[in-house]
């Protein structure tokens, strides 16, 4: 493939004369109705592989934590949300810095609908009480050395709420979970026509309007809950402590989607086919109502007025906290939100380092850019990483470095509204991505504490961990990161992507690209996400105060890219797979027990995929003795075709029909719930289809669960016979 033709898959740039203007990180569960299953990984390996010889030692030491804070401060000076001039110019300051290094680098914009509000308030109406009017505002800290530019952060809002006024009672939903809505039902708590008040903490915030929608509520209030956000009673806030000050304001989007919504399975690009505004803000994927973030200080204003029955144990707040009732009312709460859906410009930037003998084979880096606030974890500890990496690989190249394949850095816009940036790419290179591509690594948040949070697709476990048993433990330099990863649990664990919380997403679940996704943090999100207190001081001070643990995260990232580049044989094992694979299965049958669904088709399928995954071992292992006694060059088509049949057999996990009632996820092993998009299911379609029959029990339901069952069966034989390369 020329240097042309390699470009070509990242030409698409503006014409000349318009101007260039981007989880969450969560425990991987099986979830199937109310069971989950932790899946507990503690491999100890032997000695890791030296990755490229010389050159993956040279990586290591090259680590800038000075350049990696000087590229964070940069990008962090300004609120930069999506389809803004700010956010347009952190596409110019990435684009330079890549460019400044010598790569190719260009950007590529989308029209998409994005979400701005035009107008807010609330209201508090109770009896014997005068109306109190929220400010729906964060306060700025003490010696706040970010006070002028906050002034410039977008109000407090839900990206696509839809625009209306509601007075009426409130009631209080917990977590805003189904199950808590059902316990409402049965304490014949009526949520018909009122503003349910709901809590951070268990899922996000579009499930929890949506939640509230479907149970009749006319709109909604998230709130983050102190019990979650606040910390320890009496330890104090940011910027004291970590802790989401009282007028903290957690924002979101409300889209149950992926992508621009008026472009649904198909890419935003010049001239295409859209749907209508009026449609996309139609759709089952839009949350219905007029919903508003507020803050925990808000909040506990209406606990404290709320009437009706007090509120269980489990949906109470911290010590210190208002008692919770359930209401409704008597107070009264008066909502308006007037928001702006258009159509903006967003900017995906890319640099490519063409590979020298197999350039037409892809290993994609990938951070998104954009923020709702500042951003100085979520997602600009990603970016500062990944351009201190880049800086790293620049430097191999002085020294006489050129990857096998071609190595892709992507910096995603619109990744807040719903992976939007990503997902438009993704969609708009579908097939040659699908031919092309050996693996995608993703970082959102790169650092929010101490501690390895790693998310891989099976293939990528040991990898990974021969990486992290290399890169040296950022508050410990006498260990690795490995050695301070098992110490952390008794059972370190490696997460999985079937989430559909960042970037990975359209790799993973659309295509079948083996992917990752990692970063350091004591466990899922943190105090200051998506607020005001999201700056450099609170990372500094609190998250990475010496930035090391960005320099350790680049570490990782590029290790892996650099064998996954480099290596003659791409450094995949599937055998993980089937030791995942098995334990969804048992969950399944301990789920299906009493009923006529059988899981024999899936043990069945995962056997084949076995021997298939140990036939392809010792393979490799024939192949790389012949490359070490000279036997065999390393352009021999014999390791061409192994290599794509490792790369395809993740395709095979896909399926064109895709999940039932999620039909842009493909992926029949790893998918989002259909009730949280933010949680991981393992086999989303049987977990589903589960789900389903649990709650109708009828005959056609498990027929259902059978067929899913089945389908799954399909893929898994299908990828057994991807990696033995032999037809029927």
């Known amino acids: 493939m020329s240097r042309l033709d390699a470009a070509s898959l990242l030409s698409r740039s503006p014409p000349p004369t318009k101007p260039h203007r981007r989880r969450r990180l969560l425990s991987s569960v099986l979830a199937i109705g109310g069971g989950a299953v932790a899946l507990i990984f503690f491999v100890i390996l032997g000695s890791p592989s030296n990755p ?65 509000p035009v107008h807010r308030s609330l209201s508090l109406s109770a009896p014997g009480r005068a109306t109190k009017p929220f400010s729906l505002s964060q306060d700025t800290y003490p010696n706040d050395p970010y006070a002028s530019a906050a002034a410039e952060a977008i109000p407090t809002f839900f990206a696509y709420s839809a625009s209306g006024s509601v007075s009426a009672e409130a009631v209080y939903a917990n977590y805003g979970r189904e199950e808590d809505f059902a316990y409402l039902a049965s304490a014949a708590v009526d ?14 915030c579009e499930d929890i309007v949506h939640n509230a929608r479907a149970a009749g509520a006319a709109a909604a209030l998230v709130y983050t ?61 839009m949350p219905g109502i007029p919903a508003l973030p507020v803050s925990a200080q808000d909040a506990a204003e209406i606990q404290r007025v709320l009437g009706g029955a007090v509120a269980p144990a489990d949906w109470q707040g911290r010590d210190g906290s208002p008692v919770y009732r359930l209401g409704p009312g008597p107070a009264v709460l008066n909502l308006t939100y007037q ?37 100085a974890a979520d997602p600009n500890s990603g970016t500062a990483a990944m351009i201190e990496l880049a800086q790293r690989f620049s430097v191999l190249q002085k020294h ?27 969609e708009e290179n579908r ?61 370190p664990t490696i997460g999985r992507l079937g989430n559909g919380g960042s970037d990975y997403a359209a790799f993973v679940q659309h295509v079948g690209i083996p992917s990752t996704n990692m970063a350091f943090g004591e466990g899922p999100g943190y105090p200051v996400y998506h607020s005001l207190y999201d ?48 334990a969804y299965t048992k969950v399944v049958e301990k789920a299906i027990k009493g009923t006529p669904v059988s899981c024999s088709p899936l043990y069945n399928s995962i056997k084949a995929l076995e021997r298939a995954a140990t036939s392809v071992d010792s393979e490799r292992k024939d192949i790389q003795r012949e490359l070490s006694s000279k036997q065999l060059s390393k352009d021999s088509i014999k390791i061409r075709g192994l290599n794509d049949r490792l790369m395809q057999a993740e395709r095979a996990f896909t399926n064109r029909e895709g999940i039932f009632k999620q039909e842009w996820y493909k992926h029949l092993i790893y998918g989002p719930s259909e009730q949280n998009d933010w949680d991981t299911a393992s086999y989303p379609g049987i977990a589903d289809a589960i789900a389903t029959a649990r709650s109708t029990n009828t005959s056609a339901s498990w027929k259902l669960v059978q067929h899913e069952i089945h389908r799954v069966a399909r893929a898994v034989t299908q990828a057994s016979a991807v990696l033995s390369g032999n037809l029927t």
């Not at 700010?86 to 010598?102: H, K």
């Not at 006489?400 to 993704?426: H, K, M, N, Q």
């Not at 001070?541 to 791409?570: C, N, Q, T, Y």
């Open 191 to 204: 949520v018909a026509g009122k503003v349910a008040l709901a809590r951070y903490g268990r899922i996000h």
């Open 431 to 491: 097939e040659m991505l699908s031919t092309r591509a050996v693996a995608y690594l993703n970082v959102d948040v790169s650092v929010v504490g101490q501690g390895l949070l790693p998310s891989t697709t099976p293939q990528l476990d040991e990898l990974l961990l021969e990486t992290i048993k290399l890169v040296q433990d950022p508050d410990n330099s006498s260990q690795t990161v490995y050695d301070a990863w098992v110490k952390s649990s008794v059972s």
């Open 400 to 426: 006489g470095w050129r990857p096998r394949r071609t190595i892709i850095f992507c910096s995603w816009d619109a990744e807040e509204y719903g992976l939007t940036g990503s997902t438009e790419w993704v």
């Open 225 to 285: 809950d102190p019990l979650e956000y606040g910390g320890p009673p009496g330890e104090g806030s940011f910027p004291d402590t970590r802790w989401l000050p009282p007028t903290g304001v957690q924002v979101g989007s409300l889209f149950r989607g992926v992508g621009d919504p008026t472009t649904p399975m198909w890419a935003s690009s010049e001239g295409c086919e859209r749907v209508s505004v009026e449609d996309a803000m139609a759709t089952d994927d």
């Open 339 to 375: 928001g702006n859906d258009t159509m903006a410009t967003i900017e995906n930037v890319f640099a490519v380092i063409e590979g020298s003998e197999e350039p037409d084979r892809y290993v994609i880096l990938g951070n998104h850019r954009d923020a709702w606030t500042f951003g």
């Open 52 to 116: 490229s010889t010389n050159y993956g030692s040279l990586l290591l030491s090259l680590g800038s934590n000075d350049t990696a804070a000087t590229h964070l401060r940069a990008l962090t000076l300004h609120p930069h949300v999506a389809g803004t001039k700010a956010n347009s110019l952190t596409a110019a300051y990435v684009l330079d810095a890549l460019s400044s290094l010598s790569f190719p680098a260009h950007i590529t914009p989308y029209s998409v609908l994005l979400s701005y």
């Open 535 to 582: 700056d450099f001081v609170w990372m500094e001070k609190f998250a990475d105060p010496g930035f090391r643990r960005h320099v350790a995260a680049a570490s990782i990232w590029g290790i892996m890219a650099l064998r996954l580049a480099d290596e003659e044989i791409i450094p995949f094992n599937y055998m993980s797979y089937t030791t995942e694979l098995e």
